[in-house]
């Protein structure tokens, strides 16, 4: 199996690391490696290389967060809609897989568990939502009718067991003023280990690949104080007091169809909780 990876940020590197434990030829690039906004050069890349499946995992979350995206919508445009779509089209024009890394951030409410058949109600169509969540929900929008040989991944919240900016559990443990809500995360790991079961098992179409249930920030905070790792700082607020630039998505999605595949998900605070405690063995070397 020959898989090409672009992005070398939070995900793409994490993802590389382990795929390159797992397959014979994985290659990763970031944009200064391989210009993937460049059309003629992406194209020429993927035709004399052939490879079964492309992954992008390049997007732009924003810097410290999606509040960045609303005064940087030229990169966010660019990341995640002008280079995804071209992606998307050389892969549909030379018979390439691709896997699309991108975001459940497009609904927000706690009716229902969210399934990927639902009309997203955080996104374009709904003038309080984030810029960021609207370029996804475009993206979605626009390869609706490529569906058989593309294949979306909305993920929420990542995480993994490394003291790293980009980890959710991390950034809580570094935040001083904490929301409490209930929503899904994304093992990084079981990001992981379903992508290269999707290239076993291919089938274009959206997937929610979110653990199972929805987590708190004051769960989260209470397995920190549970294995030594405390910020004094800690203020549970109203979103309302933090004067962001941003709304944000605050949800729980239904991962019954990856699981109706065959792929078995880890059990939620079980990772979390092993997380937490790799993170504070880190920490106190």
Known sequence: MKLVVLGKGFIGSHL???????????????????????????QLYLIKNRPDYVINCCGYTGVPNVDACETNKDLCIELNLTIPFLLNKICNDNCIKLIHVSSGCIYSGYEKLYTE??????????????????CKHIFEMGTKPYLNNTAILRIRMPFTNKPEDKNYLY?????????????????????????????????????????????????VVEIFKKNGLINSNWNFVDMNSLNLKANRSNCVLSNEKVLKMGFNFTNTAEAVEKCIKDIASEIAK
């Open 171 to 219: 950034k809580l443990f570094k935040y001083n003023n904490l929301i409490n809500y209930q929503n899904s995360l994304s093992y990084v790991e079981d990001l992981n280990r379903f992508i290269l079961f999707l290239c076993a098992n291919f089938s274009g179409g959206i997937y929610n690949v979110v653990n199972s249930g929805g987590v708190s920030a004051n769960t």
């Open 117 to 134: 058949e639902d009309s997203p109600d955080f996104g374009l169509t709904n003038p309080n939502s984030s810029f960021y969540s609207k």
């Open 16 to 42: 590389y690391h382990f795929l390159n434990e797992k397959v014979i030829d994985v290659k990763a690039f970031n944009r200064k490696e391989l210009d993937y906004s460049n059309y003629e050069d992406l």
